[in-house]
């Protein structure tokens, strides 16, 4: 991939908290490729909740993103915005973070959080949407 994703957060405004940067940017320097992919839930193949609690479903919920940015040769560091939604949120309750922030390896995208019921049942307590960039190298026969 040419060209390179850079995370920053200004001084002049007040610094984000673990789970997000304020800012992403990628200078486009070749083709590259668009990627948006659909709110992931916690829930498997079956369309079955893996779990009753908001801790597990974040964990599945990203698993299903990484599955659906393999699927078309991207990964977590593609990533350049994540809007989480939650159920009840609970601004004190922020263990479910640390999953955000190990997927991304401890610099995550720019985030938003939106506490509500935007799912298609009231037991689903997160969903994940991300926008991702992709750079495409290109070959040239001789």
Not at 70 to 79: L, Q, R, W
Request: proline residues 7%; glycine residues 6%; aromatic residues 10%.
């Amino acid at each position: 991939m040419s060209g390179q994703l850079e995370i920053t957060n200004p001084d002049t405004i007040a610094p984000p908290k673990s789970t997000y940067s304020h800012v992403s940017s990628f200078s486009v320097t070749s083709p590259c490729r668009i990627i948006s992919i659909a709110g992931q839930a916690g829930i498997d193949k079956s369309y079955e909740l893996v779990a009753l609690d908001l801790d597990a479903q974040v964990k599945a919920a990203l698993e299903n993103l990484r599955a659906c940015l393999e699927s078309v040769g991207a990964g977590p560091k593609d990533v350049i915005r994540v809007t989480h939604y939650i159920v009840g949120y609970d601004e004190k309750d922020r263990a479910w973070a640390r999953h955000f922030v190990d997927f991304f390896l401890g610099n995550p995208p720019p985030a938003t959080l939106v506490p509500g019921e935007p799912s298609f049942s009231t037991l689903v307590f997160y969903m994940c949407k991300s926008f991702e960039l992709i750079m495409l190298s290109l070959v040239h026969s001789v």
